[in-house]
């Protein structure tokens, strides 16, 4: 990037927030999938005022602008793929205000997750995303990813929340969030049911869901994932179950009784060997542990994997989970199933080294069967993670060429110069290398 760039970029933010040596940007070329690529320049501005400056320059010089959390995302949408300038939000960090009486937050998008949980457990509230990355991941990369289920932001006028959620950072660059915060749950039972077969706890998920009660969490884990994250944890999890579900329900504590009853008997009736129910807040908390350290015990199986968030109507969860096992066999690949099931937002993971050729080109095989079949089943490629760079070449098939030219030309629309996030979502131009 020419030096009277870098040099506006330094007055804007100061010269001590503006990056362009390799060795200082190393990190801003990955996130948390495989694909890498250079910026040009890293960014990492302060204010409101900041980033529209910052806009404003890369605007007259038709740079591209990448916005950027912790780089959590498992889409390649962080990764600036045609280089330019990279808006680190890591200094936007403040929660401006907790307003308890109406329930809202208004934070600046570097807002860690979890500290937002934190600070609204401490005043009796609930911010109910729950993203297994909520200690690294910030709020505007939740937003940007729709992550971990529903983020509603307000604003004045016309509802543009849902079009700048998930928009993946390729509309513009969010700068502040009002989130709404719901009240903490009165009481809640966990328990863990435990399956010799994985597909039995498949079932429970569909039959729980038909029932009416709607858990708070209902995540399925199978062998693989579960003898992984033990390792990980060290939590005494049964690591010879065939798969195992974590449940929460929360509420009045007789409907929570009531229903964590009748949820303990449909997991029998599905075939549970066992339902333990935490008997205290620390049992409750490990569970919780085992349930965000999945994700982070990946490592173990394999160095490389696809991380999907196929996501399918409820009741075919027990159908995408034995398509699953099957495309573990006609590949020959391990794929591990996790999800957050009660949502129908499962996570095939296909596990390999790349560095063995011919394991890769299965996973690839595998992973466009994933895609495929989850559209199949009347599904949506991605339930939380985003389209980004990794599924942008499926979107159409998703969206349909309607639907797509629809997001191509809001985007011309915001963003006329297509210097947001390019390449990626309704802007996909074709392989990286
Ligand atoms: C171990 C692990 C576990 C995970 N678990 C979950 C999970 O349970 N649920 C889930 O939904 N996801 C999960 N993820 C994915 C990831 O954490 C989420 O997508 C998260 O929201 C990304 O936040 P981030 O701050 O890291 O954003 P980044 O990765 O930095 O960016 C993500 C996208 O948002 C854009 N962006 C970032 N900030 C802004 C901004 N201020 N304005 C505009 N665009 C912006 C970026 O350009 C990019 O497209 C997990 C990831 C890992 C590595």
Same mark, same amino acid.
């Given at each position: 990037m020419n030096a009277s760039i870098l040099n506006e970029l330094r007055n804007i933010v100061g010269k001590d927030y503006v990056m362009s040596a390799k060795e200082d940007m190393i990190i801003y070329a990955s996130d948390a999938t495989m694909f890498d690529h250079w910026p040009d320049a890293v960014v990492q501005p302060a204010s409101r005022d900041e980033v529209v400056g910052i806009v404003k320059v890369a605007a007259k010089n038709n740079i591209p602008l990448t916005g950027r959390g912790a780089g959590t995302c498992l889409s390649g949408g962080a990764i600036p793929l045609k280089g &330019?300038?990279?808006?680190?939000?890591?200094?936007?960090?403040? =929660?401006?205000? =907790?307003?308890?009486?109406?329930?809202?937050? =208004?934070?600046?998008? /570097?807002v860690i997750t979890f500290e937002l949980a934190s600070q609204a457990t401490k005043l009796g509230l609930l911010y109910p995303p729950d993203p297994s990355s909520w200690k690294e991941s910030t709020l505007g990369g939740n937003v940007a990813e729709c992550a971990g289920g529903a983020v509603d932001g307000e604003m004045c006028g016309p509802d543009w929340t849902m079009l700048i959620t998930g928009s993946e950072g390729t509309l513009g660059l969010i700068t502040a969030i009002t989130l709404r915060l719901v009240p903490a749950p009165v009481t809640k039972k966990t328990m863990m049911a435990i399956y010799e077969r994985l597909e039995d706890a498949a079932k429970t998920v569909s039959v729980t869901m038909a029932s009416g009660i709607i858990p708070t969490t209902l995540e399925l884990m199978d062998n693989m994932a579960i003898v992984a994250t033990e390792k990980?944890?060290?939590? &005494?999890?049964?690591?010879?179950? /065939? /798969?195992?579900?974590?449940?929460? =329900?929360d509420g009045m504590p007789s409907t929570v009784e009531e229903n964590a009853k009748r949820v303990s008997d449909i997991c029998k009736e599905c075939g549970a060997l066992e339902v333990k129910v935490a008997q205290t807040a620390a049992e409750a908390e490990s569970l919780w542990v085992a349930r965000r350290g999945v994700a982070k015990a990946f490592g173990q199986i394999a160095p490389c994997k696809f991380a999907e968030d196929a996501t399918v109507p409820r009741s075919l969860v027990p159908l995408l989970v034995e398509k699953s096992l099957e495309m573990q066999k006609k590949y020959n690949i391990p794929i591990l199933i996790v999800g957050h099931a009660g949502d129908g937002n499962m996570h095939p993971t296909i596990m390999?080294?790349?560095r063995d050729k011919d394991a890769a080109a299965r996973a690839e095989q595998a992973l466009d069967e994933v895609h495929l079949v989850t559209l199949e089943l009347g599904g949506t490629l991605s339930g939380e993670h985003g389209i980004g760079f990794a599924?942008?070449?499926?979107?159409?098939?998703?969206? &349909?060429?309607? &639907?797509?030219k629809m997001g191509q030309d809001v985007k011309a629309v915001l963003d006329p110069a297509g210097i947001m996030n390019p390449g990626k979502m309704f802007n996909y131009e074709g392989a990286l290398h």
């Open positions: &330019g300038i990279v808006v680190d939000m890591a200094r936007m960090d403040r =929660i401006r205000k =907790i307003d308890a009486a109406n329930k809202i937050a =208004i934070v600046e998008p /570097g990980a944890v060290k939590i &005494g999890l049964p690591v010879q179950a /065939g /798969g195992l579900l974590l449940i929460e =329900i390999f080294d790349k599924k942008a070449p499926y979107l159409k098939a998703e969206t &349909g060429p309607v &639907g797509y």
